[in-house]
């Protein structure tokens, strides 16, 4: 059987040395994969005013499958001073392009298991009713809608008049909004589409059937935001009654949510959310398991193209480390993520093995896992380097 490729797109900043090191585990794990390497980021936006280069869409298109590290997003203004000089007369404007992958392939569903690691150190703990310590099992999958909503990129700063006029059309936007100057007003939306949402409720239905999860949380703010969140769980009645009636349909407001998520976080099993409040909840779900260290996701379309990633930025202050200090685990476990989406399930149980094994030796623990600001000498007072970490995982498969 011939290799399959692997488009290979480390980013900037820490993602380089995680998807450097994350290699090295599949390869010890036996997987056998050809890998090209895509240019995406920062330093593509400054020299070509093109975080997405059309040459990195074609590997894409060509091979389905990316395994991402990180990218660096920053705000207008200061991507524009970093452009190079020649550059900055062609009227460029930055745009994420993670987010920019995401709407071109559609890679519209986007899932993040965030699943307690048996001896984890950082593991989210509460006190119980007789003042005994309670370390309560979070086993939860995040649907996130991936493509709409907040991070549509629909926006405008002093909107063109027909723009300002079509808002000013609405009752609400004219009473709270009709005496601000037009060139004061920036306006972001947030759009849903039927059959998007559909899919995200789909995806998130059949996961918790498949895996034998007995609930779907939707996580909107109906009662306010009453157009998209309210069409959005009219929607999940409709196919809860309809197609999954063995599947209990949860309703919870974002804000409520954050709250309960450290009350009770075993409660919850599949979560499904807009674009904007799946990535709020998958964060704060993460940080009951460990943090972003340890929080993988992947993302995919209807066409078979999907993108591996840990959620993670890029953290460019330690980046520029003489020995990288991050944790590796987050992007190792996003390539499991990916192997089980390509059918190589053997190899991605026996990681997440290696890897269940290291956090409960508890011998090697990056500095996050020993509690220590990421400083650039923590491998001298006991914290295992990025490649030190990939190591003992490596040592645990052989």
Known sequence: MAKRTIVTLPGDGIGNAVLKETLRVLDAAGFEANYVEGDIGWEFWKSEGNPLPERTIKLIEEHKIGLFGAITSKPKDEAFEELSPELKDKNLVYSSPIVGL????????????????????????????????????VDVVIFRQNTEGLYGGVEWSNPTNDVYDTFMSHPKFKQNFGTVPKEEVSISTRIFSKERTENILRAAFDHAKNYGYKSVTLCEKPNVIRETSGMMYKMALTMQAADYPDIELWNTNIDAQMMWLTKNPENYGVIVAGNMFGDIVSDGFAGLIGGLGFAC???????????????????????????????????????CMMLDFIEEKEISTKIRKAVSEVIIEGKVKTYDMMKMRGTADVVNQGAASTTQMANEIIRKLK
Not at 107 to 132: D, H, M, S, V, W
Not at 304 to 330: L, M
Request: proline share 7%.
């Open 102 to 137: 995401r709407q071109r392939f559609n890679l519209e569903i986007c899932a993040r298991p965030c699943k307690t690691y048996k001896g984890n150190t950082l593991n989210f703990i509460r006190r119980g009713a007789q003042a005994e310590i309670e370390e309560p099992l």
């Open 297 to 335: 996701s992947a993302q995919w379309s209807k066409d078979g193209v999907a993108v591996f990633e840990p959620t993670h930025g890029s953290a460019p202050k330690y980046a520029d480390y003489d020995t990288s200090i991050v944790n590796p685990i987050a992007m190792v476990e996003s390539a």
